[in-house]
């Protein structure tokens, strides 16, 4: 794998702080629905290529704010009066970031039935960088609180999942069918760093008063797979369009130089491999022309997240102790509807609203600061400008709120009770040229 290219990835997102499962995937904003048509159809769905005409490049930035926290209760997780001010408490996460991609499409027409669409694209569907906030005022004498009370959870967490992908759409004109397909070749970038005790418990020293708590950081892991993108659309006529899309999942093994430390022992170091699951999707969805001035566009999302049961971080160099880490997931599929709106308000301006609601991926029981999402909603506004003949401006700006959690029976080791919350928002602008 190309340490530049995931280099170069890592820089562009070098600070978005995002959750399971981690997506960046907003091109066009509130316009980004598979039945979208513009230069970012190599990924909402590349069947709609071939309905367009000409040349298409899009370039997209995605700016995201988060702040996240975790209140680690003291009772709940078996917590002692010496061990409760180091190892409870809250926990807080924020950040901001931009997200760059960049896609295109030239469609030709082959006789009067058929339209033809190549697309090429470089996007990050995936990143995230959270890194907790430090706590210096703890004591000195236990100095992996520095760390924080979620450190036993996350105390860092980078990936970058950058995705150069090509494309290509056929339509026929006559019936208004389209069909699609995309290869899309993952780069991935993870590293990870969290407290770790052999036990697996939050024993701060051992039976002879030595400190106990160790780390294991995961840096640089690399991984590649290529997954497919496959979708068909139908238009029907001018206001009413379907379309379907399934975005392949994939099991990324990723590997990596692993850096162990219990305790006072010397720091060793091991060549290991750690999974990361994502899901596949189906997306459905439909436009509908209501009148002139309205449009109404609507989505069905699943995603099998199911896949995800655990990650264990494996000791390539020992087997006799291949495990290093072992993090509970039992993840849920979960199911997204969304509404928008788009009201044509002037020749060369629309105003779009949005709506969402998405069941979170993560049971109860296996909430944790570094991969967990639960409930949310999710409500934007925005609008796409005609600037010239050949230049088009689409914005949104999107609230992300999730329910909060209040965890009393985690299966996690050591467990991660405790109350969470999750905020973020989203502002995204995209340039569209056509030629």
Not at 268 to 294: C, E, H, Y
Not at 354 to 383: F, K, M, N, W
Request: glycine share 10%.
């Amino acid at each position: 794998m190309a340490r530049g290219t995931l280099l170069l990835a890592t820089l562009c997102a070098a600070s978005p702080a995002l959750g399971n499962p981690f997506s960046a995937a907003r091109y066009r904003g509130l316009m980004g629905t598979a039945v979208d048509a513009s230069g970012f159809s190599v990924y909402w769905n590349p069947a709609a290529l071939g309905t367009l005409e000409g040349v298409h490049l899009s370039l997209h930035a995605g700016g995201v704010h988060r702040d996240a926290s975790f209140d680690r209760a003291v009772e709940a997780n078996g917590e002692t009066p010496e061990t409760a001010p180091y190892n409870s408490g809250e926990g807080t996460t924020e950040a901001w970031g931009v997200v760059p991609s960049i896609a295109g499409s030239y469609t030709l027409s082959l006789g009067e039935d058929f339209g033809l669409g190549l697309g090429a694209g470089f996007y990050i569907a995936r990143a995230g960088l959270a890194n907790w906030n430090r706590h210096p005022e703890a004591s000195a004498a236990e100095p992996g609180a520095f760390d924080g009370p979620q450190r036993w959870g996350t105390i860092s967490t980078r990936l970058v999942v950058a995705t150069p992908t090509l494309a290509v759409g056929l339509t026929h004109k006559p019936t208004g069918l389209s069909l699609g397909v995309a290869p899309a070749f993952n780069l991935v970038s993870l590293s990870l760093n969290r407290a770790r005790n052999p036990d697996q418990s939050t024993t701060l020293r051992d039976v002879e008063g030595r400190i106990a708590e160790g780390r294991i950081l995961l840096e640089d892991g690399e991984a590649f797979a290529v997954t497919w993108v496959v979708g068909a659309r139908w238009d029907v006529d001018r206001d009413l369009a379907f379309a379907v899309t399934w975005h392949q999942g994939a099991d990324y093994q990723v590997e990596g130089k692993s850096f162990i430390q219990f305790g006072t022992a010397d720091e060793t170091t091991a060549n290991a491999r750690f999974p990361l699951q994502v899901a596949d999707s189906i997306r459905l969805a439909a436009k509908i022309g209501v009148t002139d001035w309205m449009t109404l566009r609507s989505e069905v999302e699943w995603a099998g997240w199911s896949r995800m049961d655990k990650q264990e971080a494996v000791n390539l160099d020992d087997p006799d102790r291949p495990v290093l880490m072992r993090i509970e997931r039992a993840f849920e599929d979960t199911l997204a509807a969304r509404l928008r709106t788009d009201f044509r308000v002037a020749e060369a301006v629309v105003i779009h609203g949005g709506l969402e609601y998405e069941t979170g991926a993560t049971p109860p029981q296996t909430h944790e600061p570094g991969l967990a999402e639960s409930d949310s909603v999710q409500i934007g506004v925005g609008g796409s400008f005609q600037l010239s003949e050949h230049l088009a401006l689409t914005t949104s700006f999107i609230v992300h709120e999730f329910v909060d959690v209040e965890v009393t029976n985690s299966i996690q080791g050591p467990p991660q009770n405790g109350l969470y919350t999750d905020h973020r928002q989203y502002l995204t602008v995209d340039l569209e040229v056509t030629l």
